[in-house]
C-alpha cells in the first residue's frame, strides 16, 4: 500500500454542515512509541450525516446507469454506507430530511445525470443496491479493492454489505415517503 493519504477536494462541494474534529496518529498510541511526541491537528470537515447523503445519492446513479465503464474503486462508497449504518450515522442522516433535500437539489444543480431525479431519491424512492452488469462490476470491485487491502477493518462480504445497503434503503424510504 503506498504511504499517502488521498482528499478529495472540489470546487462543486458545499463544504456544509460541517464540524471540528482533532486528527492524530494512529501511531501515537502504541506503547513502544511513547517517547515520540506526534502531532495532532483541528480540522473542519464535513458532517458524517451529509457524507452518507452524498454517497447514497452517488450510489442511487450507479444504479440508474445502463453503462459501466471502469467502476475501479467505485465500491467504497457501498462500504462507506454499510459502515456509516453500523455506527448510527446513517439512521441520524435518514430522519434529517431538511439535509435530505439539500444534498438532492444540491446534485441536480451540479451533478446532473439522464434518467435521475435526486428528488426522487430522498423522497422515498433510494436505490442503492444494484441488479445485473452493475451487481456483477461492483462485486469484482469491492473484491479488487478487498485484496488491495483497502479496507482499514476487517471488511464483510460483499453480500453482507449489499444486505445492510438493502435495509438502509428501506429505512431511507419508509421515512422518505412522509417527506
Given at each position: ?85 453500523a455506527t448510527g450515522v ?90
Amino acid at each position: 500500500m503506498a504511504p499517502t493519504v488521498k482528499l478529495e477536494f472540489g470546487a462543486r462541494g458545499t463544504g456544509e454542515p460541517h464540524a471540528q474534529h482533532t486528527i492524530s496518529s494512529d501511531a501515537a498510541a502504541v506503547p513502544a512509541l511513547s517517547a515520540i511526541t506526534f502531532p495532532a491537528a483541528t480540522v473542519s470537515v464535513l458532517t458524517a450525516e451529509r457524507t452518507f447523503w452524498e454517497k447514497a445519492t452517488a450510489a442511487h446513479v450507479y444504479t440508474h446507469r445502463t453503462a459501466f465503464r471502469g467502476a475501479r474503486g467505485f465500491a467504497r462508497h457501498w462500504y462507506d454506507l454499510a459502515r456509516l449504518h453500523a455506527t448510527g450515522v446513517a439512521a441520524r442522516a435518514i430522519v434529517d430530511r431538511p439535509l435530505a433535500r439539500e444534498v438532492a437539489d444540491w446534485k441536480a444543480l451540479f451533478f446532473r445525470e439522464p434518467g435521475v431525479d435526486y428528488a426522487e431519491a430522498v423522497e422515498g424512492r433510494l436505490q442503492l443496491v444494484p441488479h445485473g452488469e452493475a451487481l456483477d462490476t461492483l462485486r469484482e470491485d469491492f473484491a479488487a479493492m478487498h485484496l488491495a487491502g483497502l479496507f482499514f477493518t476487517t471488511a464483510p462480504s460483499f453480500e453482507e454489505v449489499m444486505r445492510i445497503c438493502t435495509e438502509v434503503e428501506a429505512h431511507a424510504n419508509e421515512t422518505g415517503m412522509g417527506s
